[in-house]
């Protein structure tokens, strides 16, 4: 992640660093977002971002669902007060977005289901739980094999795998013992 050192805002963002470049070139006078969320999820990054589009390059920046347009030349404080309110909303909502989708990824692990890529040997079926593929019977040769005492780094070059790979199938034994 870049953070722009001088405002502080998270600038890791294709679109983001595309439009900062056109407007520094001057190529745009303003810029129309959909939502306050499309210019920025949180109240610190939509501050920096405002000031560096309105108030440093001057170029407008409207709000279309809000009906609402900052211009660089008629500066109004009750519009970016509003516009401070609606940003802390976007910010309070695409939290409680993240807090839902960790919730029920918690809810799917209690009822065993994977979320993820899943591990060596295993593919996610359609209701989201592991099923072993061709390469399950792989993993229970590393076991086998590390048992009798074969080194991790024969076992991943005779089997054409990453020694990490092999490591990785050693430290969840159980996950392929219990098939």
């Known amino acids: 992640m870049f953070v722009d050192t001088q405002s502080g805002t998270n600038t890791d963002r294709d679109g983001y660093r595309d439009l900062m470049a056109a407007i520094e070139a001057g190529e745009i006078s303003q810029v129309v977002a959909s939502e ?17 589009i309105v108030d440093k ?7 279309l669902d809000m009906g609402i347009a900052l211009d660089p030349n ?13 940003a802390t909303f976007a910010e309070l909502e695409a939290e409680i977005k993240r807090e ?3 919730e029920g990824i918690a809810a799917a692990r209690v009822q065993g289901k994977w979320h993820g890529r899943p591990p060596f040997g295993f593919d996610v ?4 739980y592991l099923t072993p593929n061709d390469d399950y019977e792989k993993a229970v040769v590393v ?4 048992d009798n005492g074969a080194s991790k780094r024969q076992l991943a070059r005779s ?5 990490s790979t092999v490591r990785t199938i050693a430290e969840n034994r159980q996950r392929y013992t219990t098939q």
């Open 57 to 63: 390059h001057g170029v407008g920046l409207h709000i």
């Open 125 to 128: 079926g359609s209701e989201g």
């Open 74 to 86: 008629d500066s109004d404080p009750y519009t970016r007060a509003f516009l401070t309110v609606a």
């Open 159 to 163: 089997l054409g795998v990453s020694r």
């Open 100 to 102: 839902n989708v960790r």
């Open 143 to 146: 076991l086998d094999e590390l």
């Open 36 to 52: 306050v969320s499309r210019i920025s999820r949180s109240v610190r990054d939509f501050s920096a971002t405002v000031e560096r």
